[in-house]
């Protein structure tokens, strides 16, 4: 069970990051709210949006994979993310043939715009085998955004 619970906690941390380049802010998935919270490497503003706006609606201990997985356009947190000018990169499993006939399953990324990917229905979401990898926040709407 222990080294069970190990792997699991290596795959999480290599989905709990946080990138920025010139024009976006690249969060892993599996942060939560709170952890994001004590990040040094997230920009303040952002934790301002957080603690201000995101937080008044979800709980600390939320990820942000769960968050947006169940986010619909009908949150105050959804409207938030909008003016953040949010994008989320999700994983995609496709079956693939292989050359003696039997399937194996890869993964896609694909990159959805927050009013894209909030408008597919949770079924919808399930039946597609929808994994929620990456969050990216647009400088340019972080900039704008008045706290």
Partial sequence: ??????????????????????????????????????????PFKLKTIFS???LKEVDASSTLESHFYYMTEDTFSYQTYRELKVKIKVSLPEERKKPAGKKRVVYKDKV?????????????????????????????GLMTFTV
Wanted: charged share 30%; aromatic share 10%; glycine share 6%.
């Fill in 112 to 140: 959805y715009a927050l009013k894209e990917f909030a408008g597919i229905n949770l079924a919808k979401k399930k039946q597609m085998g929808l994994i929620v990898r990456e969050i990216a926040v647009s400088k340019l």
């Fill in 52 to 54: 201000h706006y995101i």
């Fill in 1 to 42: 069970m222990e080294r069970t619970e190990d792997i699991s906690l290596a795959q999480d941390r290599d989905f709990k990051y946080m990138l920025q380049d010139t024009g976006q802010i690249y969060l892993g998935a599996r942060f939560s709210y709170e952890e994001l919270q004590r990040e040094e490497m997230v």
